[in-house]
């Protein structure tokens, strides 16, 4: 991969934030880097942006790419740490952003962990920190067919979780790599059931389980809002349902006990030049909430 990762709705994100130069904001999604370049530009020598991420490859590739800058920290750490890396910090977030969406860095360079469908011969690891945690293998090798399909249709939202869960543990001595298992996928799931890979939504279950990013997301929403200054805000793009239906509710649920107030009456979606452009944007939804 020769080119940086553009995030998705980058000057959205950014503008919702309302970026005060001596502020101090966190990107709890590092990534490549984009979205925390974004915010240092608008800040002076007195703010501060702490950045997160659970990658280390991803750290390892900003390290590299970026200068240093001394009103920039970067730590490796699951974002639902959050309050922790604050204190040790020792001031008061006026801005939090959440990116939950896998870069293309992360797809095209997973570094062996099979993050995308299209990585034929990766191992099923998919695990954010290698260092930490069950691999997608694990999870196929050990639940049994009722709790893979429950797995598939939960957190894949899979009309196919049944029969595809049966055939997996029918196959399981010979699932190893990210080709084994979309082959099965695309056997089982009939071939007019969609256009997109029929492997998409499997995938996305078992990242999502592997690296427990529900009940993160849900874990970190509550503890950055309770971290925010008085008028900060809290900025999250989302890419599938689940993901959205959680900021949807946590927002929606802030706003009504009047602790916090919608930027947006609704999520903001890409352009349709944004999808034009990178068509990974289109299901993308930034939402912002404002502490009273």
Known sequence: MDKIHVPVLLNESIDSLNIKPDGFYVDCTLGDGG????????LSSKGLLLSIDQDSF???????????????IIKQSNFRYIDKLVAEIGRTPDGILMDLGLSSRQLEESHNRGFSYQEDNEP?????????GVTAKDILVVLNNKQLAK???????????????KT???NIDHINTVGDLTRLIYKVVPANNTIKNPSRRVFQALRIVVNDELDSLTETLDR????????GRLSVISFHSLEDRIVKTYFNDKAGSGEGELLFKSSIAPTDTEIEQNSRSASAKLRCLIKN
């Open 35 to 42: 979205h925390s370049q974004a915010i240092l530009k608008q």
């Open 58 to 72: 991803a750290i390892e590739f900003v390290k590299d790419f970026y200068k240093a800058q001394p009103n920039w």
């Open 124 to 132: 099923l690891d998919m695990r954010m920190d290698t260092n930490l």
């Open 151 to 165: 797995l598939f249709l939960e957190y894949g939202e899979e009309r196919y979780c049944a029969l595809i869960a």
């Open 168 to 170: 997996i543990k029918e």
């Open 224 to 231: 950055s809002f309770k971290l925010l200054s008085k008028n």
